[in-house]
């Protein structure tokens, strides 16, 4: 008894499959590239620090999606000068209602510098004591937990922006400063433009806080293009931008775990103000902030920790 002949698969198939075979190959490719690119610029990113919170009874475990803190420092680093924490924000993130806070702290607000035991600038934190003395002491200003540090240098924050394809943000006034001009409403910027966007303060009758708005406008435009799909096309762009400019205590497997976890959380950002009165001290302007304005900061972002 003679055995069929087998069937011979048509042409079309034999081709789709081949293709099909050669995306998942491509695919994977791209995947181990992005991962090596990735890891290999967070290692550059990762500073490590000495400094633990004491506000917390138990470690933190992302992995459990617990809400966190981030402290974000704006520095201008300029040749033998590490500079000050010009922009101070702190972030908390709950990924149970899905959100995040955003407070600036005016770099003229005057507080306890926690290690030296005396009160002056809270920017002044970080040019006495680097990152640990700046988290101490913002830590202590708000009575809350801050759990991880990143710091941008400020003057390649632009690199950033551009590596992201620009940001749009909405100015509430009409200025020029440097060589960029800025109208009322709507504005998309290049890196440049974003950073005479931040560093205008004097034309702004909102002063500093004025200031810090437009801080909080570059930033969460820069999540928000750093989050869209497009961004995967030029993710070297952006990981060679981020490794030259920004430093971080979250390691690898951290940002791992937020990008699973908390990743919903990017889609609602709350800004939080906090208000002060201008004082003159040994001839020295501060902004003061009253016990009833740094208690009701503190009570919000505690509730948003869940703490």
Known sequence: M???????????????GSIVLLIVIAVGIYGFMVYRSVSGAVETMHQPIKYKTEKREQELTLTEKEPFSVLMLGVDE????????????VITVNPNDQ????????????TEIVGKGFDDKINHAYA????EMAMATVENFLDIPIDYYIKVNMEGFKDIVDAVGGITVNS???FAQGNSSF?????????????????????????????QDRQRQVIQGVIKK?????????????????????????????????????????????QLTISGNGQR??????????NEEQLKVQEELKSHLDI
């Open 172 to 174: 509430s006034l009409t």
């Open 78 to 89: 300029r040749s033998g000068d590490k500079g000050r924490s010009d922009t101070i924000i």
């Open 226 to 270: 750093g989050m869209s799909l497009n961004t995967l096309t030029n993710y070297d762009d952006i990981l060679d931008a981020l490794g030259k400019n920004v430093r971080t205590n979250l390691s690898f497997n951290e940002m791992r775990d937020i990008q699973k976890n908390y990743k919903n959380a990017v889609g609602k950002i709350d």
């Open 128 to 131: 006495f004591g680097n990152e």
């Open 99 to 110: 959100s995040m806070k955003m407070l600036s702290i005016p770099r003229d607000t005057r």
């Open 183 to 211: 109208t009322e409403g709507t504005n998309t910027l290049n890196g440049d433009e974003a950073l005479s966007y931040v560093r205008m303060r004097k034309e702004d009758p909102n002063g500093d806080f004025g200031r």
């Open 281 to 290: 001290i040994n001839d020295i302007w501060y902004l003061i902030v009253s």
């Open 2 to 16: 003679r055995s069929q002949p087998k069937k011979k698969k048509p042409l079309w198939l034999k081709i789709t």
